[in-house]
Structures are given as structure tokens and as C-alpha cells.
């Protein structure tokens, strides 16, 4: 719960910061630039307070934890997905970044706020899954913190995740990929080059053995 708002904290507060030109540059994201990732980052919070709001049917047990909740697949993003389109035009509609930054504030508040409140314990249900509040908060601590990394990818002098959540989210990476980054691996490199973010160096490739046949982890 802790990492869930300190992640989600500093996201929200790296988009605060951004100037109103930095909205039209590309993003980590393939396909997206700031503007459609800010956008995604809006409907990611509706989908906190929906998820947060939708217990799972009396009786039903998990069917996924914070690590099973990721599906983990090898074909890298397009950004010609219907639903990537569809933000992008969402995003364009717009028009005045103050605007777009004024909803995350308002909606990310609120889905803040939620969270806190949350019992861990509870049973929620989402995309056809049911897992405890705890582990989807946890899976989001990951999706926040490589969102924080795709925000910042071609923005100059902009904060990065905080240290507390980058190592939360190399380790559930580490759990989905079944096996540990070699320790020569900053987190930060260890969760852009296992989610193909970037390409591994020469010798990165060679540190990897053999997980470097398991990467990239496309998480969707």
C-alpha cells in the first residue's frame, strides 16, 4: 500500500512539473507521446477506483496474485492497438495540457485516496480476475513505476521513480520472469531492458545467460 502511493505520488507530481511543450514530445511508449501517455495514466486511475469499487462474488477465491496478474508476452507494442488509438485521439481532444493535467489531478486524487482506504484483505475483481486489494495495488506499484520511466525517457533533468519503488518493481519482475537480474543490473536497467524498453548492451546480453532468452516481458 505504501509503494502504491509513493509511486503514484511521484508520477502525478513528474506530470505536475512538465511544461506545456514537453506534452508534444514522444514518450517510452511506443507510438505515444507525452500527451497519450498522461492520457492512459487518466483512464489507469478510473480503473483503480472501478477496480476498488467491484468486490468479487460472494464465495470466489483468487485466481491471480500481483506477480499472475501481469500477462507476460514477447511481441513488442505497435501502438496500432484499437485502444492505443483510441487514446491518442482522447488525448488530442484535449487541446490545452492544462486540461489534461487538471483531470489526472483530479481523478489520481481521488484513486489516491481510495487506495489508502482499501482493505488489503478484500477481494476485488478486474478483467475477469479475482485477487486481493493488496496484490493489485502491488501490480500496479509496477505499472506506475515503468509509466515513471516512460514519462521521462526523452525529458531532460526530469525526477525518475523513487528508489523505494523501482526495487519493488524489478523485484515482481523479477518473480513474473522466474529468475533474478544480475546484480551488475541498476533497477531502473533491469526494468527497461526485461520489459524492452531498451535493447541490453553487448554485455548486458552476456550478464542475462539464460534469462536473456525469456526477455523481452511485453506486460499487458
Known amino acids: 500500500m505504501d509503494h502504491f502511493s509513493l509511486a503514484w505520488s511521484a508520477l502525478r507530481a513528474a506530470v505536475a512539473d512538465l511544461a506545456d511543450t514537453d506534452f508534444q514530445r ?3 511508449c511506443t507510438g505515444w507521446l ?5 492520457c492512459h495514466l487518466v483512464i ?3 480503473d483503480v477506483l472501478i477496480t476498488l469499487a467491484t468486490p468479487a462474488p460472494a464465495g470466489a477465491g483468487p485466481t491471480v496474485d500481483a506477480a499472475t496478474y501481469w500477462k507476460a508476452g514477447d511481441q513488442p507494442p505497435t501502438g496500432e492497438d484499437p485502444l492505443d488509438a483510441l487514446t491518442v485521439r482522447l488525448a ?3 487541446q490545452d495540457p492544462g486540461l489534461l493535467t487538471f483531470h489526472l489531478d483530479d481523478v489520481g486524487s481521488a484513486a489516491g485516496r481510495a487506495a489508502v482506504l482499501a482493505d488489503p484483505g478484500a477481494l476485488v475483481i478486474t478483467q475477469d480476475e479475482v485477487l486481493t486489494v493488496g496484490d493489485y495495488l502491488t501490480a500496479y506499484v509496477l505499472e506506475w513505476t515503468l509509466h515513471h520511466l516512460d514519462l521521462i525517457a526523452y525529458l531532460t533533468g526530469a525526477a525518475g521513480p523513487p528508489a523505494e519503488t523501482l526495487a519493488r518493481s524489478r ?4 518473480t513474473i520472469a522466474g529468475a533474478a537480474f544480475p546484480a551488475s543490473f541498476t533497477d ?3 526494468l527497461l531492458v526485461g520489459t524492452g524498453r531498451r535493447a541490453p ?5 552476456a550478464g542475462l545467460g539464460a534469462l536473456a532468452a525469456r526477455l523481452p516481458l511485453i506486460l499487458g
Open 26 to 28: 514522444p514518450s517510452g
Open 34 to 38: 507525452v500527451r497519450d501517455l498522461v
Open 44 to 46: 489507469d486511475a478510473q
Open 92 to 94: 488530442a481532444a484535449y
Open 171 to 174: 523485484a515482481l519482475l523479477e
Open 188 to 190: 531502473t536497467d533491469a
Open 201 to 205: 548492451t553487448t554485455a548486458e546480453q
